[in-house]
């Protein structure tokens, strides 16, 4: 008899999605998704969508969705948790709605400690409005608002996310991980599940920074994005877990000791 | 309940819980502090939750995702915190989610001061954000109306899924008298259960999704006039005024809203007690506007006075109901500074001896 050993995940809608060929947001999505049904929570689930590429995740995952305004997704979040405790809530943003226009309500609902994940993908790019800088993109990266390249003096330099909010001294669980090939996409899987771990336990704020494609936008074959992505973005935004409820924080030391 | 002495913004909140109200998200600003002061005392106490948040633009957003899920939930602001807030209250409307937003006007514009106003009657009955939607908007003139109006407030957000305004001024907020609430107090509405909520799935129906983007425009056209269906419903069903003096001869009709009206309805004694007869009309809900009720009590008067707290904002909605029928004066105060029914007094008689000019808008 034969054995089924790979399936969709029942969390993932069985659609096509609008990405485009070479991006990773339909498999950040079924990593989502596949940690869903493995911790059995896809009935108390509660999404919440971006603005952006994702906008239309509520189209691809089977459970309940509340769509955002622009960057607000971690104050909805907070408002879904908030209402229904036993809701498993989650934001799924890209890195012009989190680490731009939404960059208060991220540091804010990390600092109050909801008990909520958050799967940040950051691709270094605006996408959906058509390859505008980002907070993310890298120094001398081409984008349509920078079309010399990203110049930091006049635009700073790339938002490190993870680390940032890991200086919060409020506990929390947050990792980056990447998915441009598939043993790094199982660390990722790995870190999905611990964040929701967390918040299923009832124990912390988690946020996963995922770095992700964007062939379109980057201009470059989707076969060399995962390559851009390796030589670029990683040893700028180096993988790993930045911080976990029982890591403490970096307390300031006195002045005078 | 036996009446109880209270200052305006706790009647708001009290009534506010009263009416189920679990959730409060909110962020400071003068003169309504004490709304969110008092319910981050008062909701932990029934299980409930209150949020300080970042930002009126973070706390408008909470109230989205908290009433996405079908509880009952509001916020409170004044004029500036609105205006950060009129990105969500699209969304609300859009998504048809009904929360109970309640505004404080302080004068403005900018930072402006933090005294009474009327300033934003544009803003709340025309204009709270981009896009075609409207508000219920309710403006009471008495702490007991503004605790009976939060609570028919959250029905009828309920009923319509619909954000619905509740405008005060700083004296609603500071002042204090007596309130009673009713026990047993029954909705207003029947009311559906929120089937639409987002509270989690288990297969046993589609998924819910609470959103506001449509991408096809025959699908998003649909979607609008749905809503102007609604709105319609609203103007035909929920139009709310009084009158004073309506029933007797009178020469001048006087249109005021909110705290004003109760200084013209002093005005109006003190000019019966000189021989002058004048009326009042007070629009309670100011959207719907009632335009009969305005043109019906006009129509009966020589001339017809709008007192407000603005550089003259409702006094549009007045003119559009009377079509030049009757001549229309103004008098106001600005910045904070309160009309006085000497003032109003005075103003009625220039209006009779002819030393007041009509106003004329278009």
């Known amino acids: 008899m034969a054995e089924t050993v790979f399936a969709r995940p029942l969390a993932l809608a069985d659609v096509s999605t609008h990405y485009c060929p070479g991006c990773t947001h339909g498999l950040i999505h079924r990593l989502v998704a596949e940690v869903l049904d493995e911790l059995e929570v896809k009935e108390r689930t509660v999404g919440v969508a971006p603005v952006g590429c994702a906008v239309l995740a509520y189209n691809y995952f089977n459970c309940d969705f509340q769509e955002a305004a622009h960057g607000r997704a971690p104050a909805v979040a907070t408002g879904v948790k908030r209402a229904r405790p036993d809701l498993i809530v989650f934001s799924y943003q890209g890195d012009g709605d989190l680490a731009s226009i939404g960059m208060a309500e991220i540091v804010h609902c990390a600092n109050r400690g909801e008990k909520v994940t958050v799967v940040f993908v950051n691709n270094a790019i605006y996408g959906m409005t058509g390859g505008q800088m980002a907070p993310t993109t890298m120094p001398g990266q081409v984008a349509t608002t920078c079309q010399l390249g990203r110049d930091v003096e006049t635009a700073g330099h790339p938002i490190r996310v993870a680390e940032m909010i890991s200086t919060l001294r409020t506990p929390a669980f947050v990792a980056r991980a990447t998915v441009h090939n598939p043993l790094v996409s199982v660390h990722a899987k790995e870190m999905l599940r611990r964040a929701f771990t967390y918040q299923v336990k009832g124990t912390c704020f988690s946020l996963v920074e995922i770095l992700s494609t964007c062939p379109t936008n980057w201009g470059i074959p989707p076969a060399e994005a995962t390559g851009w992505l390796e030589k670029n973005m990683l040893p700028y935004y180096p993988v790993g877990v930045f911080k976990t409820p029982d890591s403490g924080s970096r307390e300031p030391k006195p002045l005078i000791s | ?362």
């Not at chain 2, 009126?56 to 995702?65: D, L, Q, W």
């Not at chain 2, 605790?147 to 305004?165: E, G, S, T």
């Open chain 2, 1 to 362: 309940m036996a009446k109880k002495l209270m200052k305006g913004s706790e009647a708001i909140g009290e009534a506010a819980v009263q009416a189920g109200c679990k959730l409060f998200f909110g962020y400071p600003i003068t003169p309504q502090n004490e709304i969110p002061e008092y319910m981050s005392m008062r909701l932990p106490q029934i299980g409930g939750a209150f949020v300080q948040a970042e930002s009126e633009v973070a706390a408008s957003n909470m109230i989205y995702g908290a009433a996405g899920t079908g509880e009952r939930v509001m916020t409170s602001s004044s004029s500036p915190g609105v205006s950060l807030m009129a990105e969500a209250i699209s969304y609300l409307a859009g998504s048809e989610l009904p929360v109970v937003i309640v505004n404080i006007v302080r004068a403005g514009p900018g930072l402006g001061g933090i005294l009474p106003s009327q300033g934003d009657y544009f803003q709340a009955t025309k204009g709270l954000g981009h896009g075609d939607f409207r508000v219920l908007v309710l403006a009471p003139w008495s702490i007991q109306e503004a605790a009976d109006l939060v609570q028919d407030a959250f029905d009828l957000a309920d009923y319509y899924r619909n954000p619905v305004m509740v405008l005060g001024d700083g004296l609603i907020g500071q002042m204090m008298e007596p309130v009673e609430f009713h026990d047993g107090r029954q909705p207003l509405k029947v009311l559906e259960p929120k089937t639409w909520a987002a509270t989690g799935c288990d297969g046993s129906r589609p998924t819910n999704v609470i959103n506001s983007l449509f991408l096809d425009p025959e699908e998003l056209e649909r979607h609008n006039i749905k809503l102007k269906t609604k709105y319609d419903l609203m103007e035909a069903d929920e139009v709310r005024y009084a009158t004073k003096g309506a029933d007797e001869d009178y020469e001048v009709a006087i249109v005021a809203y909110g705290t004003v009206a109760r200084v013209c309805s002093t005005a109006i004694d003190e000019l019966r007690q000189e021989g002058i007869k004048a009326a009042l009309v007070r629009p309670i809900t100011l959207f719907p506007f009632p335009y009969a009720a305005v043109r019906e009590t006009a129509e009966k008067a020589k001339a017809v006075l709008v007192v407000e707290l603005s550089a003259g904002q409702m006094i549009e909605d007045v003119q559009l109901a009377l079509a030049r029928s009757r001549p229309v004066h103004f008098y106001n105060r600005m910045g904070g500074m309160l009309v006085s029914p000497d003032e109003v007094v005075a103003k009625v008689k220039a209006i009779l001896d002819g030393s007041s000019v009509e106003v004329h808008h278009g």
